[in-house]
């Protein structure tokens, strides 16, 4: 599989649920990053992380919780979300920080109920 | 904060027409640029990019024209087809080692 993949594709939780997304880079890249993509909204950058180290944590609420094992994978662990935060999450890898072509994966579409 | 936008919000052509797609950016310090599209049900595609020593690059049926004297980014797309139909986001650097800002995107529509 090549290219940037995310699961699940879509999710629908409850405000008390525990849920995680998952973003996988077959890219060899050393960075990776989450967005928040909402309606009217320009993209959002949320977390990134260059060689598995987070280095910007965009002011977002702690019910986020990223987390990045090693450099292929990304997770963003979701707790007590609020229906303000449905939205399509899309994870991306580039070659580095700055400025690098960014790939983007497919999203998850996250509607919280 | 910094801020990239765009001009029009919704862009409906005919089809074998050619599309011009705008967007002003706000950080002077920026010198990279990058036009994505984005399909429904998809993430953002790279489409091209350009970075501040060049005011001009052409793709297969795209071209991208930057002004850094009015921070003015377009990208036009020649002979507009229907898989054309996306959203369209600018994105700029806001200068060396930083992350990159989004516009709010253009929705492309082809008439047929």
């Known amino acids: 599989e090549t290219g940037v993949t995310q699961t699940p594709r879509h999710l629908v939780m409850g405000m008390t649920n525990k849920k995680s997304l998952k973003c996988e880079q077959h890219l060899g890249h050393n960075a990776m990053y989450w967005y928040k993509q909402s309606a009217k909204k320009p993209l959002e950058l949320m977390f990134v992380y260059s060689l598995e180290e987070r280095v910007e944590n965009n002011s977002v609420p702690s019910r986020f919780s990223p987390e990045c094992p090693n450099s292929s994978h990304l997770f963003l662990h979701l707790h007590t979300l609020q229906p303000e935060d449905s939205a399509l999450y899309l994870c991306?890898?580039?070659?580095?920080?700055?400025?690098?072509?960014?790939?983007f994966g497919p999203g998850t579409r996250l509607t919280v109920t | 904060g910094e801020s990239v936008g765009l001009h029009l919000p919704t862009l409906s052509v005919q089809e074998g027409d050619n599309s011009i797609i705008n967007c002003a950016y706000s950080?002077?310090?920026?010198?990279?640029f990058i036009w994505y599209k984005q399909e429904s049900g998809k993430g953002p595609q790279f489409i091209i990019d350009i970075r501040s020593n060049m005011d001009k690059r052409q793709g297969q049926r795209v071209t991208v024209l930057l002004n850094k004297t009015v921070k003015h980014l377009s990208l036009q797309i020649a002979a507009t087809q229907p898989g054309d139909s996306a959203v369209y986001f600018c994105?700029?650097?806001?200068?060396?080692?930083?992350?990159?800002?989004f516009g709010p995107g253009t929705r492309l529509s082809v008439l047929p």
């Open positions: 950080n002077s310090a920026s010198d990279y």
């Open positions: 991306a890898s580039s070659s580095g920080t700055g400025s690098y072509e960014q790939y």
């Open positions: 994105a700029e650097n806001g200068g060396y080692g930083q992350n990159f800002v």
